[in-house]
């Protein structure tokens, strides 16, 4: 899972970050408005963690434009506890939560969590499935039948991506950026090693399910 903290006071978007990480999440991190939806509009990301006031596009103009893009990633809204009345605000502009900073970690924890419940890709349990395969989100396990592999969180998420879109063809590029983010140094190579450690993986568990190189674009699963 991938979250996106857009958070201008340095200190407390780190604190996120550290927190979101700790706890299974890969956290990218952006201190503007303008960056934060860029960011954003990629679809890349479970949740974004949205403060208000922001430099260069404040966070409840950032989500009616991403809203208006006809993204639905599940927002959560941070807001300063002298805000209320900007709550309202935010829900006219598509909000999914909220939390009054100062907050508890848990509290945050429980927040996102119930995000990521939320997304409809993600159904109820934690678990997506695509052919004989099923991934678990908790505990990083990929099973087929009775036999299972943990996967690294990097084999995790990119396997994730292309589990969610069935047969669809996942760009490296795309995939690039979901895993190792846009301020890596990462390159496409990056993308073939870990496509050969899940293949090796899916050849382990005898999977029907096959990583399809689709020359100069992408990858896709067939089964
Ligand atoms: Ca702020």
Redesign the pocket.
Known sequence: MRVLVV???VRLAATLQDLLELNGYTADVCHDGEAGLDNALSSIYDVILL????PKLD?FTVLRRLRAEGNSTPVLM?T?KSETADKVTGLDSGADYYLTKPFEPKELLACVRALTRRSPELRETDAVTCGDLRLEQSSFTLSCGDKSVRLSRKEFDMLELLMLNKTQIITKEKLLVKVWGYESDAEDNNVEVYISFLRRKLEHLHSAVKIKTIRMVGYCLEY
């Open positions: 958070e201008d006071e403060d208000v006031m922001l966070g941070l300063a």
